[in-house]
């Protein structure tokens, strides 16, 4: 099994940033992918960015990439999600997950991945 702790969320003004964390224990050398996902009241969670635990590989949406960055540290288990010039719409639960097994198919939904975090609450005012 894999535990995953997200932490580095909180209140911030628009045109802000923040760093979100995720720290992995227990079987680390499962892992494949981490990838980063939010949810806003009312909407479906949604894919953020991705990466696999060993390699370059990055994955984005497209209208989060430039503002969002994600980025790992293999040697503390972790995996970060820069977050630049935050928006309103920005605002929402953010989860970290851990998949066992990477398809590019895959990457985006949530219902790939194997671990979830408990997630951290990102608040952006106007």
């Known amino acids: 099994q894999v535990q995953l702790v997200e932490s580095g969320g909180g209140l911030v003004q628009a045109g802000g940033s923040l760093r979100l964390s995720c720290a992995a224990s227990?079987?680390?050398?499962?892992?494949?992918?981490m990838g980063w996902f939010r949810q806003a009241p009312g909407k479906e969670r949604e894919f953020v960015a991705a990466?696999?635990?060993?390699?370059?590989?990055?994955y984005y949406v497209d209208s989060l990439k430039g503002r969002f960055t994600i980025s790992r540290d293999n040697a503390k288990s972790a995996v970060y999600l820069q977050m630049n010039n935050l928006k309103p719409e920005d605002t929402a639960v953010y989860y970290c997950?851990?998949?066992?097994?990477?398809?590019?198919?895959?990457?985006?939904?949530?219902?790939?991945?194997?671990?979830w975090g408990q997630g951290t609450q990102v608040t952006v005012s106007s």
């Open positions: 997950a851990a998949d066992r097994n990477y398809n590019y198919v895959r990457v985006t939904r949530p219902a790939s991945y194997d671990y």
């Open positions: 227990g079987n680390i050398f499962s892992i494949d992918v």
């Open positions: 990466m696999r635990w060993r390699g370059d590989n990055t």
